[in-house]
């Protein structure tokens, strides 16, 4: 047992810190989700010509060929100095990932590249307004005519899909055999007639998921990625990848949030005039999401000691999501308990507290439970694949 | 960076599990249970001899010279077969004796105990006062180069099969007291668990020589403290990891509405929070436990840490139990009762949930920073 890191781990580390404080842009521009988009390609041109895109992609791919755990330390660093996000995050996570692991070599060919300079954004085309948790009954259905397949359908909390040019789309090929056999991954180009994107209007205002038609969209059959009907297959390693990949960095994330709430605490009078911070029943809660927290990021390293040797994420990391989400929304509902009778007052405000950051953290939050996995069906994964229980269906 | 047991630790940790799951069988815990001083004889020859004893007692004094790791691993297995044995508070004396006694108090005392010919215990906390760590109220009496001991020690463990004492006073000290002492008595006091015995021991005018007062005082004693915490917060994990297997087993089986209980949300989802307290609890004890051996300045944080979700996981997750066996869980004749009570009562033990929680937001306040790896 070592929790230390390797000579060569922490050469990286302070490579990745000293290249950080170089080059870290700051915040991002406030204002409407097409500025952040351009702030956040050129941040991620910046990322590529230093070798910091596909930092755990094979060499051979254009990445960097980093261990998990370096891969775990760049993000972990990243989100620590507070560096925006690359403007292509989920071709990065999940897109690049399948095309390496189950692509085609002119898929590799084609598609990697952009994938890392940014200049081509992914979106992931899975759940649909009747299929969410249960994904494997979607029934977007593809078609083949000739040497193309023939699209219809409609997904749902397709992220950034507005600024997308590949959308990951699984489709249903064939309706006669059992769900999970049905089912083909594609790359569908999303410029093209009979494909649209409507921005769904969240809870904060914001538009980052999308509503997405397609009506007769066409995909090469050379754009079908991993063979016909093995779409399941494809699409489970893809969130696998998206769930292992982005740990560390919203582990980084949240300690970032328990220390601005620490100060939040220290900051704001509750009654008889001393501070949250000197509150009994703030400090107590303050500090089981201090150990809360401490758990999952050493559960995380555990995790990845694992998989490090297994070579395949586990079932485990439905923990860590799950932990995860409950520290989010647990933070930011602590932090409005703090604000007491100016929990209302949000952005703009004259009398907002840090300028409605929390505010729109406990309503941004309420998704954490929600996307990449409700907490619901990640207690049922733990229930039959981490304890053995029984499945009920 | 690899956050797993070694190959060696494994092997102490599949040793350990046999050996208790051979010796500690639901009939002999409650023979033990219900004995006139809750000690077993037997099982404690064998533990000597399996080196536990002296586990983390440096070679020098004839233990093993092993880390707190290790004494993790050993404490979780005792926890998963809810052994009852004094060997706990026992090292607790050894851990004392190692870390702020004398070289002459550690061959009369230390040596033995390691060899597991005599045993310790701590008697810290004065009738009447909180009870937390650190606060003891019994005045050390200085009769020459004497200390004279006058006062009731309560909530001390196993002290009616220990040998001598290690008694905290309101200066900071530890004197060690033979329990055949003259002035030492011991009365054994209810208490919910019967796996471990806890007593009051009397001390009236007990004269104590100046060679057998430890020479450290004061915070010296945290050194003790935080690595008691971490083995105590292996136990409760072991006895969370226990009652959720069981309650797995049961789920399993157990037939309602024609189909097994753990097939309902209801059941399977509080099996999952047992999972995921009990892993909680044991990465934050191997985090304070690699601490302790490897990163002592971040250890007390740590070691809070542990303790203190150890101590609402060591209780929740046995209540979880109960609560999906139903009526059988609620009965004498099934385990489950005796793992809530131990897990209950080492939440009491050594500063509460809320106490380490307090002690976690001071250090979070004072910006304390978090571990060189993060």
Same mark, same amino acid.
């Given at each position: ?12 580390? !302070? ?8 080059? &870290? ?103 649909? *307004? ?95 990625? %991993?063979?016909?009907? &093995?779409?399941? %297959? ?37 009654? %008889? ?16 999401? &201090? ?52 929990? *209302? ?49 | ?38 000690? !077993? ?12 004893? %002296? ?102 463990? !196993? ?55 430890? *020479? ?129 009562? &080492? ?28």
């Amino acid at each position: 047992m070592d929790l230390t890191l390797s000579p060569s781990e922490g050469g990286f580390r !302070d490579e990745v810190r000293t290249w950080l404080l170089a080059n &870290n842009p700051g915040p991002e521009p406030e204002g409407g989700l097409d500025e952040v988009m351009a702030f956040r390609r050129e941040w991620q041109l910046k990322l590529h010509a230093a070798g910091w895109a596909g930092i755990s992609w094979p060499k051979e791919y254009g990445g960097r060929g980093a261990t998990m755990i370096e891969q775990a330390i760049f993000v972990g660093e990243a989100a620590r100095q507070e560096a925006p996000s690359p403007a292509n995050v989920l071709g990065l996570a999940m897109g690049g990932p399948v095309v390496i692991a189950h692509g085609t070599d002119a898929q590799k060919q084609r598609y990697l590249e952009p994938i890392l300079t940014g200049e081509e954004i992914w979106c992931q085309g899975f759940s649909e *307004p009747e299929s969410g948790s249960d994904l494997a009954s979607l029934k977007t259905r593809a078609v083949k005519d000739g040497d193309e397949w023939v699209v219809s359908g409609q997904k749902v909390w397709t992220t950034f899909a507005q600024y997308a040019k590949w959308c990951m789309l699984l489709a249903r090929t064939d309706p006669d055999v059992p769900r999970h056999q049905g089912l083909t991954y594609f790359l569908m180009d999303m410029e093209q007639e009979g494909v649209e994107a409507k921005p769904l209007v969240q809870i904060t205002g914001e538009g980052e998921f999308n509503e997405v038609f397609m009506d007769e969209a066409r995909i090469p059959e050379e754009n079908v990625v %991993g063979g016909v009907g &093995n779409g399941w %297959g494809v699409a489970i390693t893809t969130l696998m990848n998206e769930r292992a990949g982005l740990a560390f960095g919203a582990i980084a994330q949240i300690q970032n949030s328990l220390s601005r709430l620490a100060r939040l605490a220290a900051e704001v009078r509750v009654e %008889g005039g001393s501070s949250a911070a000197e509150d009994a029943y703030f400090r107590q809660r303050i500090a089981q999401l &201090n150990i809360e927290a401490e758990a999952m990021r050493l559960a995380a390293y555990r995790g990845l000691t694992k998989t490090m040797q297994s070579g395949i994420p586990g079932p485990e990391g439905s923990l860590g999501k799950w932990q995860w989400s409950d520290i989010s929304q647990g933070l930011n509902e602590l932090a409005l308990e703090i604000e007491g009778a100016y929990a *209302p007052l949000s952005r703009g405000a004259a009398q907002a507290i840090d300028n409605g950051a929390w505010q729109y953290g406990f309503l941004r939050s309420r998704a954490n439970s929600i996307e990449g996995g409700t907490t619901d069906i990640l207690k049922n994964i733990i229930a039959e694949r981490v304890l053995g229980l029984p499945r009920l269906r | 960076m690899y956050f797993d047991l070694t190959d060696e630790q494994q092997a102490i940790k599949s040793t350990a599990h046999d050996f208790l799951a051979s010796r500690f069988k639901s009939e002999r815990i409650r023979e033990i249970a219900a004995s006139e001083d809750g000690s !077993d004889a037997a099982g404690w020859r064998e533990m000597a001899e399996l080196g536990w004893t %002296g586990l983390a007692v440096p070679e020098e004094w004839g233990g093993q010279g092993l880390g707190i790791v290790e004494l993790a691993i050993l404490f979780e297995e005792m926890g998963y077969a809810l052994a009852t044995s004094p060997l706990f508070s026992n090292t607790i004396a050894g851990l004392a004796l190692t870390l702020c006694g004398s070289d002459d108090q550690r061959e009369r005392y230390l040596r033995p105990l390691a060899a597991g010919e005599r045993r310790g215990t701590p008697a810290l906390w004065d009738a009447g006062s909180t009870a937390t760590p650190g606060a003891f109220a019994m005045e050390a009496q200085a009769d020459g180069a004497d200390t004279i001991l006058s006062g009731e020690k309560i909530l001390v463990p !196993d002290a009616a099969s220990a040998d001598f004492f290690l008694v905290a006073t309101s200066d900071g000290h530890r004197h060690l007291v033979d329990r055949a002492a003259a002035g030492v008595s011991v009365r054994a006091e209810e208490s919910i668990d019967a796996t471990r015995r806890l007593s009051t021991v009397s001390f009236d005018g007990v004269r104590v020589a100046a060679g057998d007062t430890l *020479p450290a005082s004061g915070s010296e004693y945290e050194h003790v403290f935080d690595r008691l915490c971490v083995a105590l917060a292996a136990e409760s994990t072991g006895i969370a990891q226990r009652t959720l297997d069981m309650a797995v087993e049961y789920a399993k089986d157990r037939q309602q509405f024609g189909r097994p209980i753990g097939a309902y949300q209801a059941v399977s989802h509080r099996c999952a929070q047992m999972l995921l307290e009990t892993e909680n609890v044991r990465s934050l004890v191997y985090g304070a436990a690699w601490a302790a051996d490897a990163e002592p300045e971040s250890l007390p944080r740590a070691a809070s840490m542990a303790k203190a979700y150890a101590s609402d996981a060591g209780w929740r997750v046995p209540n979880a139990s109960i609560q999906v066996h139903g009526g059988i869980g609620f009965t004498w004749e099934h385990d489950l009762h005796f793992f809530l009570k131990r897990g209950r009562a &080492n939440a009491a033990m050594f500063g509460d949930a809320r106490w380490h929680r307090e002690r976690v937001a001071a250090s979070v306040f004072a910006g304390a920073r978090a571990p060189a790896s993060s």
